[in-house]
Nanobody
Framework: QVQFVESGGGLVQPGGSLRLSCAAS????????LGWYRQAPGKQRELVAV???????NYADAVKGRFTISRDNTKNTVYLQMNSLKPEDTAVYYC????????WGQGTQVTVSS
């Protein structure tokens, strides 16, 4: 089963940027469609960005134009560049397979506040 370790979160002011990283271990990383998810307090986990084989990407409306997902198959790593951050982006961010059927990591906390 594919496993994930997220990093790169922190406290940032509104309008700021962060780059999240997710290191994956498991079988044949390059064949999987991968996603970044987030879960805010009191809310359900939501899928915010997906990257499929061949580099095709898709984003939730709430982050479109501000977030960019990318992957490096040589490093078994997926990234999320987050720009123009808003307080409503505050959440724990996770990566997983697009299906959500990989093993969930601890996530990385992103807090957007002045």
């Amino acid at each position: 089963q594919v496993q994930f370790v997220e990093s790169g979160g922190g406290l940032v002011q509104p309008g700021g940027s962060l780059r999240l990283s997710c290191a994956a271990s498991g079988y044949m990383f390059s064949i999987y469609a991968l996603g970044w998810y987030r879960q805010a307090p009191g809310k359900q986990r939501e899928l915010v960005a997906v990257i499929r084989t061949g580099g095709i990407t898709n984003y939730a409306d709430a982050v479109k134009g501000r977030f960019t997902i990318s992957r490096d198959n040589t490093k078994n790593t997926v990234y999320l560049q987050m720009n123009s951050l808003k307080p409503e982006d505050t959440a724990v961010y996770y990566c997983n397979l697009e299906s959500g059927l990989g093993s969930w990591g601890q996530g990385t906390q992103v807090t957007v506040s002045s």
